[in-house]
C-alpha cells in the first residue's frame, strides 16, 4: 500500500493498556495511517461515530465493553467496517468467538509488527474492494433502471428527468416539479436532496393542500406563543426546520394569495417572521415544489403571483405520466412484487403473460401510485407462485372496434394494420402511405397482393 493511500485510511486502535495503545498508535503513524486511539470500547463507539474508522484494531479483554461487544456496537454503525481483533496467545477461543461475529483477522500478544502491517493492508484492500463491488452493482441497478437514488425506469422520458435531476442537484436553485398525481414528484424531490450538497441536512416536507390558509402559515413560518388562541407555546415551522438543508412544498399551487407574498419574501430575502412575532429570523433552505396544477395558466387567470411564479420556476422538471412509460410499467411492477412480498413473507415469482398483459394495456390514470396499490393487493390475494390477470384489481384499456389488441397481437398483424389504416388515411394513395410508413411502394403493393386487396379496400378488420 502507497504512502498516499495510508495517509488517506484511518486507524482506530482500541486497548485499555495505555502503553501498548500509544505504542501501536506511534507506530502506526510512523508508517503514514491517521490514527484515533480508545481506552475501551464504550469509549471507542463514541470516537467511531464522531471520526468514522476504515478498520479498527482491538484488544479482546477489556473493562466496561471487551472486543466482541465492541464489534456489534461498531457494525450496527457500520456493517462493513473491518475489525481486527487482538488476543493473548493460548486464548484463541475468543479469537475464534470473534471471527464468528463478524471480526476481519486476529493477531496474537505480544504483536508482531510486521503482522500486524501485513494484517491491516489485508482488510483495507478487501474494503476497498467491497466498496468497488458496491459500486459496480449500483451502476447495474442504473442500467437496468434504477437512475437517482431509487426512482426506477429506463424510458426516454425518464432518462430525461435523471439527467436533470443530476445537472441540478448540486445547485442552490429552485425547482419546480410538475406531473399528475401519482407520478412521483416527491421522490424526485428526494432523489434531488440527496444527490446534493445538502444531503446531510434535513429534508422537510409540507403538503400545502392538506391545511387552511391560517394553519399553512403557522406550519411555515412558525408562531410566537399567544399568536392566537391555542398558541400556548411558541413553534418552530418547516423553513426553520429546514435550514441547512431542504424544504420540499407540495401542491404548492393551492397556497393562497397572502400566504403567498410571504413566500416570495422568503425566497427574496432569506428572512421571515414568526406569525404573532417581530424578530426576522434568517434561513439557508433549499426550496424544491410540486404541483399537479398549470401554474402558468393560474397566473394568466390570476389565481396565483406571476413574480413567485417565476421565483419558483428556475429550474423546471416535468415527471411523465406512467402511460407514456410503457417500458418502465413491468419494471417498476416487478420492483414492487419484491418489496411487497418480502413485506408480506410471502414466495411469489413474477407474473403470468396474461397478467402482464393486462398491466401494459391499463392506461394507469393513478400512474405509479395506482400501480404500487395494485401489486401490493396481488400480492395479498395471490396464492400461487405467479401472480394472475384475476389477481390485480384493474382493467385493461378497452379495444375500439377495427383496433389491434397489443399485447395479443402478431407482427404480421400489426404491419397488415399500419398499412391498410394508413391506406385509408391517405385515401388510398400508395405514395403518401409509403412516405408515412417509410417503407417503399413496391413494399406495400406485395403486401396489398398478400392480402388479396387493393389500395382503395376498406378499414382492415380487428386482430383476433
Given at each position: 500500500?502507497?504512502?498516499?493511500?495510508?495517509?488517506?485510511?484511518?486507524?482506530?486502535?482500541?486497548?485499555?493498556?495505555?502503553?501498548?495503545?500509544?505504542?501501536?498508535?506511534?507506530?502506526?503513524?510512523?508508517?503514514?495511517?491517521?490514527?484515533?486511539?480508545?481506552?475501551?470500547?464504550?469509549?471507542?463507539?463514541?470516537?467511531?461515530?464522531?471520526?468514522?474508522?476504515?478498520?479498527?484494531?482491538?484488544?479482546?479483554?477489556?473493562?466496561?465493553?471487551?472486543?466482541?461487544?465492541?464489534?456489534?456496537?461498531?457494525?450496527?454503525?457500520?456493517?462493513?467496517?473491518?475489525?481486527?481483533?487482538?488476543?493473548?496467545?493460548?486464548?484463541?477461543?475468543?479469537?475464534?468467538?470473534?471471527?464468528?461475529?463478524?471480526?476481519?483477522?486476529?493477531?496474537?500478544?505480544?504483536?508482531?509488527?510486521?503482522a500486524l502491517l501485513?494484517?491491516?493492508?489485508?482488510?483495507?484492500?478487501?474494503?476497498?474492494?467491497?466498496?468497488?463491488?458496491?459500486?459496480?452493482?449500483?451502476?447495474?441497478?442504473?442500467?437496468?433502471?434504477?437512475?437517482?437514488?431509487?426512482?426506477?425506469?429506463?424510458?426516454?422520458?425518464?432518462?430525461?428527468?435523471?439527467?436533470?435531476?443530476?445537472?441540478?442537484?448540486?445547485?442552490?436553485?429552485?425547482?419546480?416539479?410538475?406531473?399528475?398525481?401519482?407520478?412521483?414528484?416527491?421522490?424526485?424531490?428526494?432523489?434531488?436532496?440527496?444527490?446534493?450538497?445538502?444531503?446531510?441536512?434535513?429534508?422537510?416536507?409540507?403538503?400545502?393542500?392538506?391545511?387552511?390558509?391560517?394553519?399553512?402559515?403557522?406550519?411555515?413560518?412558525?408562531?410566537?406563543?399567544?399568536?392566537?388562541?391555542?398558541?400556548?407555546?411558541?413553534?418552530?415551522?418547516r423553513f426553520e426546520?429546514?435550514?441547512?438543508?431542504?424544504?420540499?412544498?407540495?401542491?404548492?399551487?393551492?397556497?393562497?394569495?397572502?400566504?403567498?407574498?410571504?413566500?416570495?419574501?422568503?425566497?427574496?430575502e432569506r428572512t421571515?417572521?414568526?406569525?404573532?412575532?417581530?424578530?426576522?429570523?434568517?434561513?439557508?433552505?433549499?426550496?424544491?415544489?410540486?404541483?399537479?396544477?398549470?401554474?402558468?395558466?393560474?397566473?394568466?387567470?390570476?389565481?396565483?403571483?406571476?413574480?413567485?411564479?417565476?421565483?419558483?420556476?428556475?429550474?423546471?422538471?416535468?415527471?411523465?405520466?406512467?402511460?407514456?412509460?410503457?417500458?418502465?410499467?413491468?419494471?417498476?411492477?416487478?420492483?414492487?412484487?419484491?418489496?411487497?412480498?418480502?413485506?408480506?413473507?410471502?414466495?411469489?415469482?413474477?407474473?403470468?403473460?396474461?397478467?402482464?398483459?393486462?398491466?401494459?394495456?391499463?392506461?394507469?390514470?393513478?400512474?405509479?401510485?395506482?400501480?404500487?396499490?395494485?401489486?401490493?393487493?396481488?400480492?395479498?390475494?395471490?396464492?400461487?407462485?405467479?401472480?394472475?390477470?384475476?389477481?390485480?384489481?384493474?382493467?385493461?384499456?378497452?379495444?375500439?372496434?377495427?383496433?389491434?389488441?397489443?399485447?395479443?397481437?402478431?407482427?404480421?398483424?400489426?404491419?397488415?394494420?399500419?398499412?391498410?389504416?394508413?391506406?385509408?388515411?391517405?385515401?388510398?394513395?400508395?405514395?403518401?402511405?409509403?412516405?408515412?410508413?417509410?417503407?417503399?411502394?413496391?413494399?406495400?403493393?406485395?403486401?396489398?397482393?398478400?392480402?388479396?386487396?387493393?389500395?382503395?379496400?376498406?378499414?382492415?378488420?380487428?386482430?383476433?
Amino acid at each position: 500500500m502507497n504512502a498516499e493511500k495510508r495517509q488517506s485510511s484511518r486507524v482506530l486502535v482500541v486497548d485499555d493498556e495505555a502503553s501498548a495503545r500509544s505504542g501501536l498508535e506511534k507506530l502506526l503513524r510512523q508508517e503514514g495511517y491517521t490514527v484515533d486511539a480508545a481506552a475501551d470500547g464504550v469509549e471507542a463507539v463514541e470516537v467511531a461515530a464522531e471520526r468514522p474508522p476504515d478498520v479498527v484494531i482491538t484488544d479482546l479483554k477489556m473493562p466496561r465493553m471487551d472486543g466482541v461487544a465492541l464489534l456489534g456496537k461498531l457494525r450496527e454503525q457500520d456493517p462493513a467496517l473491518p475489525v481486527i481483533v487482538v488476543t493473548a496467545f493460548g486464548d484463541v477461543t475468543s479469537a475464534v468467538l470473534a471471527m464468528r461475529a463478524g471480526a476481519e483477522d486476529y493477531l496474537t500478544k505480544p504483536v508482531d509488527f510486521d503482522a500486524l502491517l501485513l494484517t491491516l493492508e489485508r482488510a483495507l484492500e478487501r474494503s476497498a474492494l467491497r466498496v468497488e463491488a458496491e459500486n459496480l452493482r449500483r451502476q447495474l441497478r442504473e442500467r437496468q433502471g434504477e437512475g437517482v437514488e431509487g426512482l426506477i425506469g429506463t424510458s426516454p422520458a425518464m432518462q430525461r428527468v435523471y439527467r436533470m435531476a443530476r445537472q441540478v442537484a448540486g445547485a442552490r436553485a429552485t425547482v419546480l416539479i410538475t406531473g399528475e398525481s401519482g407520478t412521483g414528484k416527491g421522490e424526485l424531490a428526494r432523489a434531488i436532496h440527496a444527490k446534493g450538497s445538502r444531503a446531510k441536512g434535513p429534508f422537510v416536507t409540507l403538503h400545502c393542500a392538506a391545511l387552511a390558509e391560517s394553519l399553512l402559515e403557522s406550519e411555515l413560518f412558525g408562531h410566537e406563543r399567544g399568536a392566537f388562541t391555542g398558541a400556548d407555546k411558541r413553534r418552530i415551522g418547516r423553513f426553520e426546520q429546514a435550514h441547512g438543508g431542504t424544504l420540499f412544498l407540495d401542491e404548492v399551487g393551492e397556497i393562497a394569495p397572502s400566504t403567498q407574498v410571504k413566500l416570495l419574501r422568503v425566497l427574496q430575502e432569506r428572512t421571515f417572521e414568526r406569525v404573532g412575532g417581530n424578530d426576522a429570523v434568517t434561513v439557508d433552505v433549499r426550496l424544491i415544489a410540486a404541483t399537479n396544477r398549470d401554474l402558468a395558466a393560474a397566473v394568466q387567470e390570476g389565481h396565483f403571483r406571476e413574480d413567485l411564479y417565476y421565483r419558483l420556476n428556475v429550474v423546471h422538471i416535468d415527471m411523465p405520466p406512467l402511460r407514456i412509460r410503457d417500458t418502465d410499467v413491468l419494471l417498476l411492477a416487478n420492483h414492487f412484487l419484491r418489496r411487497f412480498a418480502a413485506e408480506n413473507h410471502r414466495k411469489i415469482e413474477g407474473f403470468t403473460d396474461e397478467a402482464r398483459a393486462k398491466l401494459i394495456a391499463h392506461r394507469w390514470p393513478g400512474n405509479v401510485r395506482e400501480l404500487e396499490n395494485a401489486i401490493e393487493r396481488a400480492v395479498v390475494l395471490c396464492d400461487d407462485a405467479r401472480i394472475d390477470a384475476e389477481h390485480l384489481p384493474i382493467d385493461a384499456a378497452p379495444v375500439a372496434k377495427g383496433a389491434l389488441r397489443i399485447p395479443g397481437a402478431t407482427m404480421a398483424e400489426i404491419e397488415r394494420y399500419a398499412i391498410l389504416s394508413t391506406l385509408e388515411a391517405t385515401n388510398g394513395s400508395t405514395t403518401r402511405a409509403a412516405e408515412l410508413l417509410d417503407i417503399s411502394i413496391r413494399t406495400i403493393q406485395y403486401r396489398l397482393h398478400e392480402y388479396g386487396l387493393t389500395a382503395k379496400s376498406k378499414r382492415p378488420p380487428a386482430a383476433q
